[in-house]
Each structure stands twice: as C-alpha cells, then as structure tokens.
Antibody
Framework: EVQLLESGGGVIQPGGSLRLSCAAS????????MSWVRQAPGKGLEWVSS????????YYADSVKGRFTISRDNSKNTLYLQMNSLRAEDTAVYYC??????????????WGQGTLVTVSS | DIQMTQSPSSVSASVGDRVTITCRAS??????LAWYQQKPGKAPKLLIY???SLQSGVPSRFSGSGSGTDFTLTISSLQPEDFATYFC?????????FGQGTRLEIK
C-alpha cells in the first residue's frame, strides 16, 4: 500500500524558516515525480512545487519561487520542502502527493494527510 | 497561467440524483484535466484523470468528459458518501492550477 506521511509543520513567525518532510513507502520512490500542494484554511487547492523522480527537474509556483526549495532523497524515500522567508499568506495545510505514473504527468494520487503550517507573530 | 473556472460554486441535490459539474479552462488544455473529491478534514482524492479516465477504485457512477477548454464531471446517481467538494485541475503546463471548487450539499 502506498503511504505518504508529512511532518515538520508548526507555528512560525513571519520571516522564519521551516522544512517539511514527506516519508514515502509502498512504491519505488525514485520512479515517480512528487509534488507539494497547499490549502489555506477554508480555501481551495494551490499547487506549490513539483520535482521529477531523479530530482533533476523542479517547478515552482510564482508565489513561492525564490523562497521555497523542493528536494528529495531517493535513498531515504523522502521528499522535502524548505520554506524560507515565510509570510502570513503561506499559512496552510501542506500536502505531498505522488504522480500516478512514472514520468511527470501532474496527476496526483495518493496524497498525504497534510501538515499545518501557521505563520503568525 | 491557465485559469480554471468551475460552475456552479455550490449545488444541492438528493440521493439518487444525477449531478453535473462544469470546468472551463482559460486556454486549450487538450485532455490534461483531472477531477478530485475532498471531504472535510481529509486530503483530496483523484477521481478522473486525462479528462475521462477513471482512477482505479473509483465507482463507475463518476464519469468525466470534454477536451480543449470545456469539461464536465458527472455523478450518475448520487450516494450519501458523494457529498463533498470537487475540484478540477489542469496539468497541461506549469504552473498547475485548480478550479475554485464546487461544494455538493444534501438537499
């Protein structure tokens, strides 16, 4: 069974940094692109970033470009999101999600349970 | 960026009803469209990808159609567990974008 387990969320002051992790199991991690998608409280879904299976190719939303960095450690089956210069508008539940096929399709399934990041002074 | 617009924003329906949700892309995306279902406090779940392909394990009462800019999600006979929020998503190009969501409520 494919499982994705996010961790690392919490309360952080504006301007601070946080690193999210997503531990994956139940599939050949290095063969699949992975992504982060966030959802502000009571709002819709916003794609944040994606990374290819090898880690060679990365993609970012304009809203986080230059502040967030996606990476992966295929030896540890773990996806990361380094978040710097955090702003109040980054407050959201952050989900990691797996591409449904090898390659980078942009179809996400499954998703992790999410980790809440709250940026507040 | 490609804008995704769903309609309606909310809909009330009864068990057994047929419901259709529409998604329009601001430019052509071929069949690069997915539909997700999200229940309160839970992660989204993929229902349909490539506009009309049913994800494994998803009941056949869910179906998708369309290409280019106009797409629909149809639930043929609503079940109690289908009351949720539905999002469309384009994967034609980065940045990936989602519709604003359609809340399906019990009448």
């Amino acid at each position: 069974e494919v499982q994705l387990l996010e961790s690392g969320g919490g309360v952080i002051q504006p301007g601070g940094s946080l690193r999210l992790s997503c531990a994956a199991s139940g599939f050949t991690f290095s063969s699949f692109a992975m992504s982060w998608v966030r959802q502000a409280p009571g709002k819709g879904l916003e794609w944040v970033s994606s990374i290819s299976g090898s880690g060679t190719n990365t993609y970012y939303a304009d809203s986080v470009k230059g502040r967030f960095t996606i990476s992966r450690d295929n030896s540890k089956n773990t996806l990361y999101l380094q978040m710097n210069s955090l702003r109040a508008e980054d407050t959201a539940v952050y989900y990691c999600a797996k591409d449904i096929t090898t390659g980078t399709t942009g179809w996400f399934d499954p998703w992790g349970q999410g980790t809440l990041v709250t940026v507040s002074s | 960026d490609i804008q995704m617009t769903q309609s309606p924003s909310s809909v009330s329906a009864s068990v057994g009803d047929r419901v259709t949700i529409t998604c329009r892309a601001s430019q052509g995306i071929s069949s690069w469209l997915a539909w997700y279902q999200q229940k309160p406090g839970k992660a989204p779940k993929l229902l349909i990808y490539a506009a009309s392909s049913l994800q494994s394990g998803v009941p056949s009462r869910f179906s998708g159609s369309g290409s280019g800019t106009d797409f629909t999600l149809t639930i043929s006979s609503l079940q109690p567990e289908d009351f949720a929020t539905y999002f469309c998503q384009q994967a034609n190009s980065f940045p990936i974008t989602f519709g604003q969501g359609t809340r399906l409520e019990i009448k």
